[in-house]
């Protein structure tokens, strides 16, 4: 990794929405460091001090609003060490998503994106199964 990158660590509970371990891990795969962008996202919804940049939509289970775009791509972007990213390749990388059905963008809000949970569970852990109210179910 190169110096001076920040990582976010992977939240302590809390946020009221609880998600496999392998969501948080910053590999994308064994042996790897890099992280996957819905990873990060994940890790910035459950940490309260980016509630004002990024949140959880009321009433809509995995739904979420960036309030804050520009901050988010800046995030990202200290992240990957990448100081010239900005929303608009931080959205591109977002449509990335919608072709795999990770995550779609919410029809007539702006900003407002949702996860899929049952795409990103299955092809890892095909016996998890995330229900709303938080608890994981095994089939």
Partial sequence: MKTGCSIVEKPEG?????????????ESSP???QIQLWHFILELLQKEEFRHVIAWQQGEYGEFVIKDPDEVARLW??????????????SRALRYYYNKRILHKTKGK??????????LVMPNYPFINIRPNG?????
Avoid: I, V
Wanted: contains cysteine; aromatic residues 20%.
């Fill in 14 to 26: 809390g946020g009221g929405y609880h998600f496999p371990d392998w969501a948080y891990k910053t």
């Fill in 31 to 33: 042996g790897s460091r």
């Fill in 77 to 90: 972007g200290r992240r990957k060490c990448k100081p010239q990213m900005n929303y608009d390749k931080l």
């Fill in 110 to 119: 702006r900003f407002t994106y949702k996860f899929n949970f049952n795409k």
């Fill in 135 to 139: 608890k994981q179910e095994t089939n």
